[in-house]
């Protein structure tokens, strides 16, 4: 047989005012009020709020100017090689690219290969200037 368990409740107190009598509450958020039934950070009106869509909107379109990088890939890579005092074949064995390939890469023939692309990063390329969209050449728009 289940025996019923007790549950403990809780008395609440009705709050009371400095004088020590029964406070008004506020109808809108609750606390004690002197007189009446609102007080003054309750009467201001509040402010209107952006629709949640446009906000999202907002808030990534402010993102995105203030992500404008003026920098190439090419200006990048060429800068972190010779700020750690390299040779291009030894930044392109770093990258784990043949010379061939890390010299189409600065010229914009080629796109970065995300291995490549990673340490880059890791040793310091900003992540802006290597995700920036690959330009498209002339070569490579003609129809069929």
Known sequence: ???????????ETWPLDADGFAANLCTDCGTPVRYGSRH???LEPKPAQEPKPARILRLLAEAQKLRT????LAEALEFRREAYDLSRSEFA????????HY???LSGKRDIPKGA?????????PAGALLQPFPI????TEPC
């Open 137 to 140: 050449t002339s070569q490579g």
């Open 93 to 100: 064995a770093i990258l784990g690219l043949a010379l061939g």
């Open 40 to 42: 003054g950070r309750c």
């Open 117 to 125: 692309m990673r340490r880059a990063y890791a040793i310091g390329v």
């Open 103 to 105: 010299g189409e890469i």
């Open 69 to 72: 990088h003026d920098t190439t």
């Open 1 to 11: 047989m289940i025996e019923p368990t007790c549950v403990p409740f809780k008395v």
